[in-house]
């Protein structure tokens, strides 16, 4: 006993240690990992140990081969995708919730996590004022959010039409019609394949410019109608028109589901109400935690507006599985075990409140404004209207190449997209870190390989 007790406060310590230095580290770092960090990854590379290794070496050897082969994404200067980065307190109360190894099933196997969740619940439907009757389910993320809404539509339209989906299957139901956008996100599309829909039974609703469903070229609802619209085009972050759908849906008696990926999070912000208005009108929304909010992953958020139409999809009936009274965290989501994400979730609103989430997104949104208005000012064309925290640019067709040596500069790092037939690249503001003097150092890279790349053409 006594050696054990000596042996894990070594590890933890060392651990710890460990983690700090990567920490300080990580801001003066390449974002990229060079090539030798890469080629070192190779040490992995061996047969499973015949025999037990010392857990101080196991972890020394995660640390020094697999620490330099990360992508540095929780620093100020990482715009890749949408991923944002993990707030200190969220990363403690990660380490201190894998102390607990809590199982979030239920009640039963974590009361701290069931309480969570309930408390979790309400917060964020005040924050993101959405239907106060609502339940929320703690998913791995977006996509698991979407699709676990496609579950509870999908139940709610054909009990509607006298079909039991969850005993009889898809075969021989009544048809649900599923209308998207040309511009749904990719992940929106296999939610719908994993749910039986298909991919390709879908009608998709002509857009503009910036990416927004044109509510007049909708084709007719009715109640066997799932419509799914987006808050935050992945490029773009522009939002579908929701209060014009919204008006629409309701009429029909169709199910509107939002996928709010981490547009929807800019419903803290009365500012930024012109976008956000009228996604209350959903009867479903799907929202990452682990991108905009800066919780670490895997974490996001499924939102449904009737309770019983989530738990129905999802609830797993066995005669171990004691069912109590009040919220049973495992009704509202497809797993049975999992881990007790929630935790970092109710770490970060706790931590920040209301004023402080609205402080993170509206920051985000004025620094990518700031950012857009920087390469405007250095002769490069901005592709999209910045509404919130995205920025599509051009840099012609030299776009792939300068986006090349900005991974290799290691400055800072955004991808590439296409938009509307064009190279372009995309640049999310999405972490807490950010600051005005990351932008700058930014601009200032982007200035320097973009000048030496349009003379190296030149010449
Ligand atoms: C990121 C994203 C998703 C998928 O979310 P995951 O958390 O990666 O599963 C879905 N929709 C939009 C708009 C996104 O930005």
């Not at 140990?49 to 196991?58: A, D, I, K, L, V």
């Not at 309480?115 to 979790?120: A, H, M, T």
């Not at 797993?316 to 495992?330: C, I, K, N, T």
């Amino acid at each position: 006993m006594m050696n054990n007790a000596i042996s894990t406060d070594a590890l933890f310590g060392m651990t710890a240690d460990r983690a700090k230095h990567y920490l300080d580290d990580i801001r003066h770092r390449h974002i990229a990992p060079t090539t030798e960090a890469l080629t070192a990854l190779e040490q992995f590379n061996h047969p499973l140990p015949e025999g037990s290794t010392n857990p101080n070496e196991t972890i020394s050897r995660l640390d020094e081969i697999g620490s330099p082969a990360t992508i540095a994404s929780t620093q100020g200067r990482y715009y890749g995708f949408v991923v944002g980065g993990a707030l200190p307190v969220t990363v403690a109360a990660s380490w201190l919730s894998a102390v607990w190894d809590q199982n979030a099933y239920g009640q039963a196997t974590s009361p701290v996590n069931a309480r969570l969740e309930s408390v979790v619940q309400e917060w964020v439907l005040d924050l993101l004022d959405l239907p106060r009757e609502a339940v929320v389910g703690f998913v791995s993320g977006a996509t698991m959010a979407n699709f676990s809404a496609l579950m509870a539509a999908r139940h709610h339209l054909l009990k509607r039409a006298g079909w039991d989906v969850e005993a009889d299957g898809l075969f021989g139901a009544p048809p649900i019609t599923v209308v998207v956008g040309e511009e749904v996100h990719a992940s929106m599309l296999k939610a719908l394949s994993l749910a039986g829909f298909g991919r390709n039974r879908v009608k998709q609703v002509p857009v503009d410019n910036q990416g927004r469903m044109i509510a007049e070229q909708m084709p007719p609802l009715d109640e066997m109608t799932l419509i799914c619209i987006q808050a935050g085009n992945v490029n773009s972050g522009a939002f579908d028109p929701a209060q014009a759908i919204g008006a629409k849906v309701r009429d029909a008696g169709a199910w509107l589901h939002v996928d709010g990926a981490f547009g929807l999070w800019a419903r803290v912000s009365p500012e930024l109400s012109e976008y956000t208005i009228g996604l209350e009108l959903a009867d479903s929304w799907g929202v990452d935690a682990h991108k905009w909010l800066n919780v670490p992953y895997d974490s996001g958020l499924v939102i449904c507006r009737y309770p019983a139409a989530l738990s129905e999809a999802m609830i797993a009936r066995g005669s171990y599985l004691v069912e109590v009274e009040g919220r049973e965290p495992y009704a509202y989501v497809p797993e049975l075990s999992r881990k007790a994400r929630v935790i970092e979730i109710w770490a970060a609103l706790h931590s920040l409140g209301r004023s402080g989430v609205r402080d993170l997104i509206e920051r985000s949104c004025e620094l990518a404004g700031y950012f857009a208005e920087g390469l405007g000012k250095m002769g490069f064309e901005v592709l999209n209207d910045v509404v919130i925290n995205q920025i599509v640019v051009t840099f012609g067709e030299k776009t792939p190449e300068i986006i090349q040596a900005l991974h290799e500069d290691g400055t800072m790092w955004a991808g590439p997209t296409t938009w509307h037939g064009r190279h372009a690249m995309r640049i999310s503001i999405s972490n807490w870190q950010t600051t005005l003097e990351d932008v700058d150092i930014s601009l200032k890279a982007i200035e320097r390989i973009a000048s030496i790349s349009y003379q190296g053409v030149d010449s």
